[in-house]
């Protein structure tokens, strides 16, 4: 069997105002579908990042993809990453980290984005050729459904889109801890998840902690707690939070990427424990890749790693970092961006076969609307908080060529090319608007 086709879809999925550190959500998020035909007729698709920098990758990569085997992965991957070596590190803020780029627009991570989104379509285009879910393509799921918390934002009001295609609010506005609590009991009703992340560094520390409180107040002891600020606070700041929340973030709960760096972590870990608190520290954006998982390790500033088949570099690469943080005695669970239907059966299929990703994983599903999901029947469904391995092969989802249509339809309409919530807070929020880190 031989990829004879590499078709890319760019598309724009509505994307409510939405806050974090690194600023605010713009009115569309962008994401990029890819198909591989073959030529024994069966077609695997995957969801990527989206905007020009993605987009031109996987046309640099087209004579790679196209009349290549399937099967033969590690020679794709190789490949791929030789086309699109990064030239190193300089110049690119916080090197190979996320602690300065958003997510999807880090140049160093570009070949890893790129053959992920390979690698996904690949093992669908097999899996569907074999009759065999993805995730028993890679070794053998461990677990048949997937649990996913629930990820609480601080949020303007508005539901996304722009003037002549504004969608509902779904939320409303979440500015403060009771709206916090709303929104929770809004998620969790809905969708049934028994965890919940927040994502902070938008207001004052002191306030942040006021909602976390609020959540176990609400919620009691047998819900776990996250919180993450992406890095926002200081190592003072960070210890601060760590003790303030010591009971709240106790019981299955951590700490996520609370101040820049591992070394700062590090430290952040030493105080707390010093004061008998040992509050798990959990990072997407300090660790990154393999290299930085011995140092998070012995620094002893990382407990839970937040992966991400995205942009670690696929599902088996995923797999590899379960096996690693096993023998680490770390833990393991997965980071999420604005996505749909297809990238979410990517991660479910992912989690469902790495043996050591055992925390609830993020994801951003319940942001996004029906009106915009490509999946053919509608929404993925949640059962109790989880997804559910379908009985299908691949990844046990097609594609609705209507509703694609429309979201390529809506990409040529908006001006946005790329992923830039410093720019939207400037526009909405304050003119003068930086990141700053720490900003507490």
Known sequence: MKISRLKIHPIAIADPPLRGSYGLHAPFALRTVIELESDSGFTGIAESYGGDGPIAAFEAVRGIVEGADPFRLAELSRRIGTRLDPAGTAGVPGGTSQTYLVPGENPLDLHNRTFAAIEIACLDLIGKAVGKPVCDLIG???????????????????????AGEAYPDEYGEIMDPAAVVRSAKQMIAQYGFKEIKLKGGVLPPDDEIAAIRALRHEFGPMVPLRIDPNCAWSVDTSVHVGLSLDEELDGGGYLEDPCPGLDGMGEVRRRLVAKNVDTPLASNVAVTNFADVPRARDL??????????????????VQTLSNICEVLKMGLSMHSNSHLGVSLMAMTHCAAASPNLTYACDTHYPWQVEKDEIVEGGRVRFVDGAVLIPDKPGLGVSLDYDQLARGRERYQKIPFRKRDDTAEMRKHVDPNWERILPRW
């Open 300 to 317: 002893d500033a990382v407990q839970i790693v937040l992966s991400d088949p995205h942009y670690w570099g696929g599902l088996r690469a």
């Open 140 to 162: 053998g799921r461990v677990r048949d459904r997937v649990q996913f918390s629930a990820y609480l934002f601080y949020k303007h009001a508005g539901g996304g889109g722009i």
